[in-house]
């Protein structure tokens, strides 16, 4: 299983960018499809998160202003950043709980993608 992460770039504050994730490889189903940022000396924290029902789950910082949804089809979690600011700016990874097909049943593992990098200026 692989996440392909892209998007993102370099934005004065104020503006927009968007995100696309997709999922490929051999796997049963997809759980939550999200995103996570990490800022230069910071703990990775969650940004978005959105179920296969489509429940989303927002970090209070980006409630508003971002948007994460999903085509369960293309198995792809899109991220739809408005009015970004300079604390926004962080490597932005993709993540999903993926369900796995094994020889007795299944099981569920988290992945995640390589990292794209937002830079919003001042």
């Known amino acids: 299983v692989q996440l392909q992460a892209s998007g993102g770039g370099l934005v004065q504050a104020g503006g927009s960018l968007r995100l696309s994730c997709e999922a490929s490889g051999t796997f049963r189903s997809i759980k939550t499809m999200g995103w996570y940022r990490q800022a230069p000396g910071d703990q990775r924290e969650l940004v978005a998160v959105?179920?296969?029902?489509?429940?989303?789950n927002y970090a209070d910082s980006v409630e508003g202003r971002f948007t994460v949804s999903r085509d369960n089809a293309k198995n792809t979690v899109l991220l739809q950043m408005y009015r970004l600011e300079p604390e926004d700016t962080a490597v932005y990874y993709c993540?999903?709980?993926?369900?796995?097909?094994?020889?007795?049943?299944?099981?569920?593992?988290?992945?995640w993608g390589q990292g794209t990098q937002v830079t919003v200026s001042s």
């Open positions: 993540s999903a709980r993926i369900t796995l097909p094994t020889t007795w049943g299944t099981r569920e593992s988290d992945y």
């Open positions: 959105v179920t296969a029902g489509g429940t989303t």
